[in-house]
């Protein structure tokens, strides 16, 4: 009986998705590329909270109508105006899976059995972990438009990289020490060391990682783009799933190491590469960062062949 309610309740969240989706509505940009106006504005209304939609409404019609012309998005997502945005979207989803969260989240009963905690507590850890992933998560619904996508993304990286090298350093002293389990201080720390991971993830990398994508792609190739950056994401997802047991079974507390690494770099890709978003209307996006972008790029090339 218990295995059939364990089974069954993972239909609980498909369940709550359903109901959840009744209450959606389409967004200004669906309802006008289908050729209802009228309704799109009213949406805008009620999502902007004022009447006053006129300019902002216009500029959606007239991304509509652009978007119309375009016959290959997917081709169009190789011309050299749309590389930036493509190339930031997918290594975005690359550097998600690359995090490790989801090998931690998917494995953490193991994870934490393997590295010394019993079964049981093992499986209170995951418990908990998971709590702390769900809270955390709101943190950047509150956040991620005051303070902006780049400031949560490099001080994730800070929290995430030190708290995987600290465990990596607890659990090699644990393992040179050749004892069977953590002690009881070495096991909570742990705990807190993962929860400190999880929630870094949580209001940074994992809402952004989907975020910035949707942004940043111009109406005539959004379609096409979040379908990359999809399947990107999901291949990643499989192939960390795929690779993670023997990974740890090899590297043991090196995992986090490695995980680490990966964190450090990403983290120069976004103080480097990734342009702040926030506040940028998306039919603006192009105009006002995207071009920008380019330009520099142009200079710079300039420069080189000097």
């Known amino acids: 009986m218990g295995l059939e309610v364990v089974i069954g309740a993972g239909g609980d969240p498909a369940g709550l998705l359903t109901l959840g989706a009744l209450f959606v509505v389409d967004t200004p940009n669906s309802l006008i590329e289908r050729g209802y106006l009228d309704e799109g504005k009213a949406v805008l209304k009620r999502i902007r909270g004022t009447d006053n939609v006129e300019p902002e409404f216009l500029e959606l019609v007239e991304a509509s109508r652009v978007a119309k012309l375009v016959k290959h998005p997917f081709r169009n997502l190789l011309m050299r105006r749309n590389r930036p945005q493509l190339v930031i979207a997918v290594a975005l989803q ?75 350093v607890l659990l090699g002293l644990k393992v040179k020490d050749h004892t069977d389990n953590l002690s009881h201080s070495y096991a909570i720390f742990v705990v807190i060391l993962i929860c400190t991971f999880v929630s870094a993830f949580a209001w940074s990398w994992g809402p952004l990682g989907w975020l910035i994508p949707s942004e940043t792609f111009p109406l005539e190739t959004r379609s096409a783009g979040q379908s990359v950056t999809v399947c990107v994401n999901l291949l990643f997802t499989f192939v960390i799933a795929q690779a993670f047991l023997s990974m740890l079974c090899h590297f043991k507390y090196g995992i986090f190491l490695f995980f680490s690494g990966w964190v450090l770099v990403m983290s120069f890709f976004v103080l480097f590469l990734v342009p702040e978003t926030k506040n940028v209307p998306i039919e603006e996006m192009t105009e006002r960062v995207w071009k920008k972008a380019l330009a520099v790029e142009e200079v710079h090339g300039r420069r080189l062949c000097r």
Do not use: H, W
């Open 94 to 168: 690359i550097f998600q899976q690359f995090t490790g969260i989801n090998a931690i989240m998917f494995y953490a009963p193991v994870l934490f059995d393997t590295v010394g905690f019993g079964s049981d507590a093992a499986l209170y850890s995951a418990v908990i972990t998971g709590a702390v992933n769900v809270l955390s998560t709101v943190v950047s619904i509150y956040s991620v438009d005051k303070v902006g996508r780049r400031v949560l993304l490099l001080e994730a990286g800070i929290q995430m990289f030190l708290s995987q090298v600290i465990i990596a």
